[in-house]
């Protein structure tokens, strides 16, 4: 027993060294890739759309200065930015790891400076090399000053904004539509009773890179006939996704996703107490919204939420990046993120193959499944845009890392709905312990691990019994 025991504890450690050696080679050879790809995508956004397109390889104050927006300060974690409308001024975040995201060697680099300064180790030559890191990942510091409304004027008031869609981006009908449409709202599907005289409200909020059709093509099929007469049902394509606008020059805020659930549901729909059911990444616009509306909810249903505890004094918005996207090349999953978080360049790649060409991708899919699965799913995965996926992951996901605890001492302390979170057992994207992590914060909350299920079977595979558990949630939920 003890021989077998050692024997994996060495296949464990010496797998381990594999994966580190061979992550560290990938990943270098990626910043490398990503570096020359940056100037590939600027000669190709110069001919084709005369116009040489900032990316976050520059300085952050010049990316936020060429979309029409001005940052005026940037303390702690995210910078701040403020855009001018015809009636006031709007502040809001951006999430640094959008601007300041080291290379893997520069990261080693100051790995090593750090250890060696640790045992004091030729000290005269560990100086001269963390000074130079420190001016390679130095960030510049911009303040509000005097001159800043007509920096704005003058800077938003000039501004274009770029044609959709841009050369990179799709162009069919499917993912145009609210452009032709002239629609500035979300797209929004809704389930309404016969009578059209609904009891209650229930808002559905997918996560990333997805769609409404997470909910629609699964839920709201199977939910029972007493439901359907009760309750409206309304699932959103949140800002970037699905069939909802994708505009080319939104930082997908916090601020602007919010913002546009509640001018396109809340407001249009006139929604006055909901209960939300959300997946994914959109568990935290879900925890962000009860907090902003406290007094509506009646029950807060979350699916596999994103929500990592992060240590004192650490970094919160890097070290969910890294927690999210740990530059391994195993397991698959944490490869692929790592890919869609950590490079931008080759992230934009990626959504030139997959989203631009997804139509001729589907009749691939379907010409060789034979309709044998579920291409609903495609939808959402599909239908986005690089500059929509590359902001909401970085903002949303990393960005509000600071704000979740927050969020929930709220939800907690201020709010009465019911809170109830399911998880599959067999996640690799969300690891359990961001489900107990809530119900660390929120002890009245009720989890449920759902055994042999992963991110997306714990609905698609097993609808009937969730749309079951759901109405039991929203009739005890309503008779408190």
């Not at 406290?294 to 969910?320: D, F, I, N, R």
Request: glycine content about 4%; hydrophobic content about 40%.
């Amino acid at each position: 027993m003890g021989v077998i025991c050692k024997t994996k504890s060495v296949l464990t450690l010496a797998g381990r060294i594999i994966n580190e050696s061979v992550s560290f080679l990938v990943f270098s050879f990626l910043d490398l890739v990503d570096f020359l790809l940056c100037f590939v995508f600027k000669v190709a956004d110069f001919f084709l759309e005369a116009e040489w397109k900032a990316c976050y390889c520059a300085s952050s104050k010049q990316v936020i200065t060429n979309s029409g927006k001005i940052l005026v300060s940037e303390q702690g974690e995210s910078a701040k930015i403020v855009s001018l409308t015809s009636t006031k001024l709007q502040l809001e975040e951006i999430s640094d790891t959008l601007y300041s995201r080291r290379s893997l060697l520069s990261e080693i680099s100051t790995l090593t400076i750090n250890e060696l300064k640790k045992l004091s180790i030729d000290a005269s030559f560990s100086q001269p090399c963390e000074k130079m890191i420190k001016k390679v990942a130095a960030r510049s510091t911009f303040t509000v000053n005097s001159t800043i409304i007509e920096m704005l004027q003058c800077k938003i008031g000039g501004q274009q904004s770029h044609p959709v869609p841009r050369w990179s981006d799709c162009d069919c009908g499917f993912c145009t539509s609210w452009a032709s449409s002239n629609k500035d709202t979300l797209f929004v599907k809704t389930q309404d009773p016969k009578d059209n005289k609904a009891k209650e409200d229930v808002l559905f909020i997918h996560g990333f890179i997805s769609s409404s059709a997470f909910w629609t093509e699964t839920l709201f099929p199977n939910f029972s006939t007493e439901t359907k007469s009760s309750y409206r049902l309304l699932a959103v394509d949140l800002l970037g996704f699905g069939r909802s606008p994708k505009p080319t020059d939104s930082f997908y805020t916090l601020r602007e996703h919010l913002d546009m659930i509640e001018k396109s549901v809340l407001e249009v729909y006139n929604v006055k107490s909901f209960h939300i059911v959300a997946h994914s990444l959109g568990c935290i616009l879900a925890l962000a919204l009860a907090v902003k509306h406290p007094g509506s909810v009646k029950s807060l249903t979350l699916l596999a939420p994103p929500c990592y505890e992060v240590p004192k004094g650490a970094e919160a918005t890097q070290y969910v990046m890294r927690k999210v996207a740990p530059r391994r090349v195993w397991p698959p999953m944490a490869f692929g993120t790592s890919l869609a978080c950590w490079y931008e360049h080759i992230s934009r790649t990626l959504c030139l193959l997959i989203c631009k060409n997804h139509r001729f991708l589907e009749f691939l899919t379907k010409l060789f499944t034979r309709n044998r699965i579920r291409t609903f799913l495609f939808e959402g995965f599909f239908c986005h845009t690089h500059n929509a996926a590359w902001h909401t992951l970085h903002n949303i996901i990393c960005g509000t890392a600071g704000k979740l605890e927050a969020y929930t001492n709220v939800i907690r302390d201020n709010l009465r709905c019911q809170v109830t979170i399911f998880h599959g057992k067999d996640d690799q994207v969300i690891p359990l312990e961001c489900t107990y992590n809530v119900k660390k914060f929120i002890p009245r909350a009720r989890v449920e691990v759902v055994e042999n299920k992963d991110h997306i079977t714990i609905v698609v595979g097993r609808q009937k019994v969730f749309a079951g558990e759901l109405e039991e949630i929203w009739r005890s939920s309503s008779s408190n």
